[in-house]
């Protein structure tokens, strides 16, 4: 039986970011139902926000495509839950702030001057993704 979507109201007042490589605009939505950028790339469920710029620049330098990596501040249209891939396994009681939701999110304004990681940094993520791929682990649970 699947968990139901808990609102967490008392973090509205936060800004929330969504990192990608997708050109986005002002008043576009980013709804589920597209190509996940993880796993089997699979029909995403969810939509994934975060209120740490950390998390939404690892999401928009992870995310496959050839764009450039952007960083949008999204506000969510519905309740959005705890992403149960970061904060069950890895980073129990979520200090990464990362979320996901079965409604879209709005585009509200982008962040145009964040600072991604180093090379050195992402060729080690990307190595540690591709190792959890070998060994049959899929990075996005739904």
């Known amino acids: 039986m699947g968990k139901s979507i808990e609102?967490?109201?008392?973090?509205?007042?936060?800004?929330?970011?969504?990192?990608?490589?997708?050109?986005?605009?002002?008043?576009?939505?980013?709804?589920?139902?597209?190509?996940?950028?993880?796993?089997?790339?699979?029909?995403?469920?969810?939509?994934?926000?975060?209120?740490?710029?950390?998390?939404?620049?690892?999401?928009?330098?992870?995310?496959l495509g050839e764009g450039v990596?952007?960083?949008?501040?999204?506000?969510?249209?519905?309740?959005?839950?705890?992403?149960?891939?970061?904060t069950d396994k890895k980073f129990p009681g979520n200090p990464t702030k990362s979320y996901r939701s079965l409604y879209a999110l709005r585009v509200i304004g982008e962040v145009t001057d964040w600072q991604g990681h180093s090379p050195e940094q992402i060729k080690a993520m990307k190595d540690n993704l591709e190792r959890f791929k070998q060994l049959g682990i899929e990075a996005i649970e739904d």
């Open 69 to 86: 990596g952007r960083i949008y501040i999204v506000e969510p249209t519905g309740p959005f839950e705890d992403d149960p891939n970061l």
């Open 7 to 63: 609102t967490t109201d008392y973090l509205t007042s936060e800004k929330f970011y969504h990192g990608t490589k997708a050109n986005l605009k002002q008043g576009d939505l980013i709804e589920p139902g597209f190509n996940s950028n993880f796993g089997q790339r699979n029909k995403a469920k969810y939509v994934y926000l975060t209120a740490t710029l950390d998390a939404a620049t690892w999401g928009a330098e992870l995310a």
